[in-house]
């Protein structure tokens, strides 16, 4: 009787362990509302999945965002309002996994190139799609990632919408009417 006690005891002790035993993580997440990046480092429960800890880089902003926002055409940060999205993760095991978040870079402008995970590459501001467009028409704009940030609060996965449009603005040479860029991107990821 005493030794099935102690068995139990063990066993329930053992239980334990395994759940909250931590494997560790790394991710690369972008704030889809404001445009920002982070990393974060956590350590989940081997078993059950859920963070034990976690700790994160102080978040740096996109340079689209930056020369958006000097621009006037984006909405300044609002932490409140931040969405992360995981642009890539790594894991022990595995090699890395891609989130919503990585179309999404991708869309904003040129990434780097053989890297572990895709960071946003130098490039000259100016010749950017959607800083050339904000000169061009700063008033759709600006309505235009008004959208992006509202849907963007509502889901994180903007990045359709977003490339949609950026394709648009290219095979349009940026000569397109506010209204049918949206439209158009409405269109791309179903909400028409």
Known sequence: MR????????????????????????????????????????????????????TCTAPWEHPTAVRLRELGVLAPVRDEHAQWAMIKGFKVGVRGWYGAGHDYLYALGP????????????????????????????????????????????????SYYVSAAKGYLENHKLDVVGSELEAHARFAIGEL
């Not at 590459?121 to 100016?126: G, T």
């Open 3 to 54: 030794r099935r006690k102690v068995h139990s005891i063990l066993g329930a002790i053992g239980l334990v362990v395994v759940c909250l035993f931590p494997k560790p993580e790394s991710t690369i997440e972008l704030d889809c509302v404001n445009l920002r990046i982070r990393e974060c480092s956590r350590y989940r429960s081997w078993l059950l999945g859920f963070v034990l800890r976690e």
């Open 111 to 158: 990434v780097t190139m053989l890297t572990p995970a895709p960071w946003p590459a130098n490039e000259d501001l100016s010749k950017n799609i959607w800083v050339e467009w904000a000169v061009k028409d700063p008033a759709a704009a600006k309505h235009f990632w008004q959208e992006v940030q509202a849907i963007a609060a509502r889901t994180q996965d903007v």
